[in-house]
């Protein structure tokens, strides 16, 4: 078992730069893979990226990729997601999630644990 608390999101402006954190409780973190989906309201949840549980490995959805970097701090118990040149549509509440399994995949349906989110808001 692993509880997530994210922590980073605000209010930036287009153009800018935020970085998330996702701090985890529980002896085992550095055992698990780490990923970050993103949702707005009536919308489905979104894969943004995942990282390996060694933080050797990591997988971004196209549209994050050059823009977003995942990393993961073990010692730390700690991942984060920095997000570089923010466009409006990068809006949403941003999720951390834990899988057991070491397969990097972007289906939310195989993460195990979940984050309470935290929202970040990019204006124009």
């Known amino acids: 078992q692993v509880q997530l608390v994210e922590s980073g999101g605000g209010l930036v402006q287009a153009g800018g730069s935020l970085r998330l954190s996702c701090a985890a409780s529980g002896r085992t973190f550095s055992q698990y893979t780490m990923g970050w989906f993103r949702q707005n309201p009536g919308k489905e949840r979104e894969f943004v990226a995942a990282?390996?549980?060694?933080?050797?490995?990591?997988y971004y959805a196209d549209s994050m990729k050059g823009r977003f970097t995942i990393s993961k701090d073990n010692a730390k118990n700690t991942v984060y997601l920095q997000m570089n040149s923010l466009k409006p549509e990068d809006t949403a509440v941003y999720y951390c999630?834990?899988?057991?399994?070491?397969?990097?995949?972007?289906?939310?349906?195989?993460?195990?644990?979940w984050g309470q989110g935290t929202q970040v808001t990019v204006s124009s």
């Open positions: 999630a834990a899988r057991v399994a070491w397969q990097l995949v972007g289906s939310s349906s195989e993460y195990d644990f």
């Open positions: 990282i390996s549980w060694s933080g050797g490995s990591t």
